[in-house]
């Protein structure tokens, strides 16, 4: 089982600023992963796809990028509608489908 | 649009078997794709359960597989789990969603439902 590790647990930061999340994968799954945003009592909504392609209407401040075991999810300048939990999701080698633990990104 | 629809009893009691359907509007899914189970304890993160295709062949997570089955049917436009054996560890909200052609990642999720093991 390919095991993802997300860091920073949490990520306090200003509207406006940017923010860049990390996404270790404990071996290569080349650029098959995905990004996901989710907010307090809602379901997961896909970002970002085969490492970096940006899903239908998902805003341009998102942009994914990496390959291998190191990805990288940036937010370039923060929205208070962005403020949420982020996971990545491996798809190389599955059964299983595996996620990260997730980064809370809140308000500093 | 493609919308997704979980149903099921809300509470389960220790050792019995948790049953889940997910409804699908504004896709058949018998046109392709796969169909996914994904649960989410509360305040923790996501596990992916297992998936189905539109073909009916399943795909179940190792660490569940003893334990659960996933079926379509498409002539209702559905899919469904069945999660046995269950305890309070298994308490979680459960989404189903629409796992990509391949399997790969959920473009479509369900609002998702949560179900609590308890006696």
């Known amino acids: 089982e390919i095991v993802m590790t997300q860091s920073p647990a949490t990520l306090s930061v200003s509207p406006g600023e940017r923010a860049t999340l990390s996404c270790r994968a404990s071996q290569s799954v080349s650029s098959n992963l995905a990004w996901y945003q989710q907010k307090p009592g809602q379901a997961p909504r896909l970002l970002i796809y085969?490492?970096?392609t940006r899903a239908t209407d998902i805003p341009a401040r998102f942009s994914g990028s990496g390959s291998g075991t190191e990805f990288t999810l940036t937010i370039s300048s923060l929205q208070s509608e962005d403020f949420a939990v982020y996971y990545c999701?491996?798809?190389?080698?599955?059964?299983?489908?595996?996620f990260g633990g997730g980064t809370k990104v809140e308000i500093k | 649009q493609v919308q997704l629809q979980e149903s099921g009893p809300g509470l389960v009691k220790p050792s019995e078997t948790l049953s889940l359907t997910c409804a699908v509007y504004g896709y058949s899914i018998s046109s392709g794709y796969y169909w996914g189970w994904i649960r989410q304890p509360p305040g923790k993160g996501l596990e992916w359960i297992g998936s189905v295709a539109h073909s009916g062949n399943t795909y179940y997570n190792p660490s569940l597989k003893s334990r659960v089955i996933i079926s379509v049917d498409t002539s209702k436009n559905q899919f469904s789990l069945r999660l046995s054996s269950v305890t309070a560890a298994d308490t979680a909200v459960f989404y189903c969603?629409?796992?990509?052609?391949?399997?790969?990642?959920?473009?479509?999720w369900g609002q998702g439902t949560l179900v609590t093991v308890s006696s």
């Open positions: 085969g490492a970096s």
């Open positions: 969603a629409r796992v990509g052609r391949f399997g790969e990642y959920s473009g479509y």
């Open positions: 999701q491996q798809y190389n080698n599955w059964p299983p489908l595996t």
